[in-house]
């Protein structure tokens, strides 16, 4: 049974930064990209960065320059961090782990429940 559970968010102050990190539970899997995802009230879920397995990395113009997201293969886990944060960036965040079970010849993605972040003085 694949879990995936995040850890951080909560209250930010604007100018602070936010921290969060997921983890894949589970076996019997190999995991070839994680990332987040947010979605803001009344809005899409967008994308927001992910890394691959090899490390390469794809970032949202809307926190490019002001994160940092980095993976820990071995642990099957992942941190993210978003610096200066503004209101706007308030929103649920969602990690995702697109994984191939051994044996499969394709991948799935599997989400976690999310984490509230809300960017308020």
């Known amino acids: 049974q694949v879990q995936l559970v995040e850890s951080g968010g909560g209250l930010v102050r604007p100018g602070g930064s936010l921290r969060l990190s997921c983890e894949v539970s589970?076996?019997?899997?190999?995991?070839?990209?994680m990332g987040w995802y947010r979605q803001a009230p009344g809005k899409q879920r967008e994308f927001v960065a992910s890394?691959?397995?090899?490390?390469?990395?794809n970032i949202a113009d809307s926190v490019r320059g002001r994160n940092a997201i980095s993976r820990d293969t071995a642990k099957d886990t992942m941190d993210l961090q978003i610096d200066r944060m503004k209101p706007e960036d308030t929103a649920v965040y969602y990690c995702?782990?697109?994984?191939?079970?051994?044996?499969?010849?394709?991948?799935?993605?599997?989400w976690g429940q999310g984490t509230q972040v809300t960017v308020s003085s």
């Open positions: 589970g076996s019997g899997f190999s995991i070839n990209v």
């Open positions: 995702y782990a697109e994984l191939t079970m051994w044996g499969d010849r394709r991948g799935d993605v599997y």
């Open positions: 890394i691959t397995s090899t490390g390469s990395t």
